[in-house]
């Protein structure tokens, strides 16, 4: 050859790439001419010290790319005509430099092109009070471990599942854990697996709802629901929120049919109020009136501290007006993403045609591992041990702020759930508290998002899940220098 080709061998990159890289450049800058015939792979191999190997796969890859041709019984050459070259024909150049025609996008696309609910940012400070994830160190890492070690083994996850609704065993172990944990009334056959919490409020709207039909939901609500329902063209009808939950007596003077309401009765989100018996039992009874349905988020219902437990919404009735939903990302682990719905019988064959429409199946893998994780009572066990741990940060969080705030802060939602929702007394704007709070490294995250209308401002979610007792304690100490 024309050239030289010396290989480093102190180089993290293979020999094979840069004999790749030195040939590709070595033709690109026409040291090694079209036509040029290339030595043999023995001959390059016993030139440079490698195995035949390796010249072999450098050889192969320029092939593949269109830099070298063979010809049978003669070599390998410089292709007359490079891949590069390709780039820089007139036609393709001036094709490039034409402006794109605009893509036409369908109604739900110019939806979300215009959409003006955002994702609330995550606080980035030392001491971060954000919502939504639970305390990853304390989760059985080990025990998940042996289980995904063993269904790795037996490979039995491998192929396509028979069933959208979702693995069978994982189904039975759901409802036999809803039924004593939350008295829902279920069958196996009417639970469907979904990726989370997020994609049950997906599925139900595009069944459910059509574009102009009315879904009632508290105010404030969870701002994720309330996207997903005006993603769809649902008309939003805002239900006032008191220390009882949603104000049932005002949704029963709205005058719009109502096709689906959302509520967060075991803790609301985000004022964390519970959601009464009588108010429940008035709900069930207006949605069966109305021939409404109830879409129940159960988020972290598996997290009450004071009190006996207050029976689902779906277990005091009879099942076919409720949509019942929960998730496993709060009570394991977030990148899980498994989630269900206990869904009423007639609605069964409809949403496992859209399951299988949206996405096939969540990951089976992911599905027998927790199958096996609650059906040997792990997941019951787990519960118990971080509801003791949550309990101690959660009065260490309300008693900091008591202390520190006294009658100029009032706690919402204490007695349940994986948050609070704090109002303070100050004149001071969100925004400001927010910069303030950055500073002196203590990430807040406003209430406000939630509301439909206007915020009242100066309410902010608190959770305690992340932080130790005493990074609380610090944490809380140090709102002290905002002015509050």
Avoid at 398 to 420: K, P, S
């Amino acid at each position: 050859m024309d050239f030289a080709l010396a290989l480093d061998s102190h180089s993290p990159v293979p020999y094979y790439q840069q004999i790749y890289e030195a040939l590709r450049q070595a033709i690109l800058a026409g040291r090694l001419s079209a036509q040029q015939r290339l030595p043999s792979t023995r001959a390059l191999a016993s030139s440079l010290g490698v195995s035949r190997a390796t010249v072999t796969q450098s050889y192969d890859q320029l092939l593949s790319e269109g830099y070298l041709q063979t010809v049978v019984g003669s070599g390998t050459y410089v292709c007359d005509q490079l891949p590069d070259d390709l780039l820089h024909t007139p036609g393709l150049e001036v094709a490039s430099a034409l402006p794109s025609p605009p893509v036409s996008l369908s109604v739900y696309g110019r939806r979300l092109v215009d959409f003006a609910d955002r994702p609330t940012p995550e606080p980035d400070a030392p001491i971060s009070f954000r919502y939504g994830r639970p305390a990853l160190d304390q989760f059985p890492l080990a025990l998940w471990r042996q289980l995904l070690s063993r269904h790795c083994r037996q490979g039995d996850w491998l192929d396509y599942a028979t069933d959208p609704m979702g693995y069978w065993p994982l189904r039975c172990a759901i409802a036999a854990h809803l039924s004593q944990a939350r008295a829902v009334h279920c069958q196996p056959d009417h639970i469907l697996i979904t990726n989370g919490t997020q994609q049950a409020l997906d599925l139900a709207t595009r069944v459910l709802v059509s574009a102009g039909d009315a879904i009632a939901l508290e105010e404030p609500s969870y701002l994720s629901a309330r996207s997903v329902f005006t993603s769809q063209g649902a008309i939003l009808h805002p239900v006032p929120v008191d220390e009882s939950g949603l104000n049932v007596d005002a949704l029963t003077q709205l005058t719009a049919p109502i096709r689906l309401v959302y509520v967060t009765p075991s803790h609301q989100f985000p004022t964390g109020a519970v959601l009464s018996l009588p108010r429940r039992l008035a709900l069930l009874a207006w949605a069966q009136q109305r021939g409404s349905l109830i879409f129940e988020d159960d988020y972290d219902s598996e997290y009450r501290y004071t009190g006996r437990p207050i029976p689902a919404l779906q277990g005091l009735g009879n099942g076919q007006s409720v949509l019942y939903v929960g998730t496993f990302s709060k009570v394991l682990f977030p990148s899980l993403r498994v989630g269900y719905m206990v869904l009423p019988s007639a609605l069964v064959p409809v949403f496992r045609r859209a399951k299988w429409l949206s996405d096939r199946q969540v990951p089976g893998l992911e599905q027998a591992v927790l199958a096996d994780f609650i059906a040997a009572g792990h997941l019951e066990r787990h519960i118990r041990r971080m509801r003791s741990i949550y309990d101690q940060r959660r009065q260490a969080l309300v008693t900091a702020l008591t202390q520190h705030f006294g009658d100029r802060v009032t706690i919402l939602g204490e007695n349940a759930g994986l948050h609070v929702m704090v109002r303070f007394q100050t004149q001071i704007p969100d925004a400001d508290l927010i910069a303030k709070a950055a500073q002196v490294g203590v990430g807040l995250i406003s209430a406000s998002p939630q509301y439909l209308g206007p915020s009242p401002g100066h309410e902010f979610i608190f959770s305690y899940t992340e932080l130790d007792e005493s990074a609380i304690v610090v944490g809380v100490k140090r709102l002290t220098a905002l002015g509050l």
